[in-house]
């Protein structure tokens, strides 16, 4: 149901002509003018509204070269992916003798479905296995924990950037650092564990890859930070 624009009255769905029934106005051609004027200061209203969004994106992450290298270093701690984060040497009778280097993306590729992990998770349970092997499997999902916040944190970057916003990009990064560091304090932990029992089934350390890790997300950490700062200025300034 519908109303005459000029008087009002209820228009039914058998008034199909032009002209209301009541008043005679013709309904399409009323106050064309205004109607026209509020059409075209929607638009114009809509048009800046998308110079503002374009323009923040631009700046947010090109405005600068300090806003350019905070650009890159948002996915530049992916490499960590490739680098060998921990060595370690395996004698497990449910998966064999090995020794090499922890790689995320070669322990996801070739060494994450092959692992007996019902056998693993049964070790927590164990009386004197349980804590450190609890601990050896918490530092690898934490690892693969800091990538999910690495990946979140660019994808932050893109979203905020239109509003000049970072907090979230800074507890991302601070999320990734820890998850970091605490991983290489608890692998470290279960290995010397376990080297004291007698079941010594694992022997290794942690390689530079995990401080190449920590340092770049902590490097994320300042760059949101001081970004932020300026964000929140130029937010200021355009109000």
């Not at 374009?54 to 992450?61: M, V």
């Not at 601070?174 to 089934?201: D, R």
Request: aromatic share 14%.
């Amino acid at each position: 149901m519908a109303l005459c624009p000029k008087c009002h009255g209820i228009l039914n769905f058998w008034n199909v002509k032009a002209e209301c029934p009541y008043c005679g106005v013709n309904i399409p051609n009323y106050n064309w003018e205004g109607n026209l004027d509020a059409d075209a200061e929607k638009a114009e209203k809509a048009w800046v509204k998308f110079r503002k969004f374009t323009g923040n994106l631009k700046s947010a992450l090109f405005g600068n070269l300090f806003r350019i290298i905070r650009f890159a270093f948002t996915f530049l701690p992916l490499v960590v992916l490739i680098l060998p984060l921990a060595s370690y040497s395996l004698n497990l009778p449910f998966f064999g003798d090995s020794s090499t280097n922890f790689t995320l993306l070669d322990f996801s590729m070739n060494t994450l479905l092959s692992l007996n992990w019902g056998s693993l998770l049964g070790l927590m349970s164990a009386e004197t296995l349980g804590s450190p092997v609890a601990m050896l499997i918490f530092s690898i999902l934490l690892i693969y924990l800091a990538i999910v916040f690495g990946v979140l944190n660019f994808v932050f970057v893109l979203l905020k950037a239109p509003s000049l916003k970072a907090g979230a990009n800074i507890v991302l990064c601070v999320l990734s650092t820890l998850s970091f560091a605490i991983a290489g304090v608890l692998f470290t932990l279960s290995v010397s564990q376990i080297g004291a029992t007698s079941t010594n089934f694992i022997d290794g350390s942690v390689q530079f890859g995990l401080f190449v890790g920590i340092g770049l997300f902590a490097l994320n950490v300042i760059f949101n930070v001081l970004i932020n700062r300026s964000f929140k200025k130029q937010r200021i300034a355009q109000n």
